[in-house]
């Protein structure tokens, strides 16, 4: 990461990539866009990244681990309620 000083503020040089998404992840988030909680897509992006890099991916992992034993749980409950 470069980094410039200029007074107090300090300037982190970006790089451009890009990347392939849902269509209705992006409809998604250019209505946050359109509500003012993002200001551009990419902003959107680089939040969402920095929250992964501090919650840990490890963590995220176990939740969606968690995600889906709830789901296996919840389709044999209804298994057995549709016997």
């Known amino acids: 990461m470069v980094e410039w000083k200029i007074g107090k503020v300090v300037r982190v040089a970006k790089i ?27 902003h959107l992006m680089e939040q969402a990244l920095k929250h992964i890099k501090k919650e840990g991916v490890k963590n995220i992992l176990i939740e969606m681990l968690e995600e889906k034993e709830a789901e296996g749980k919840l389709k044999e409950i209804r298994m057995e309620r549709s016997k």
């Open 16 to 42: 451009r990539v890009f990347v392939t998404i849902e269509f209705e992840l992006v409809e998604w988030m250019d209505d946050l866009i359109r509500r003012g909680v993002f200001h551009t897509r990419s």
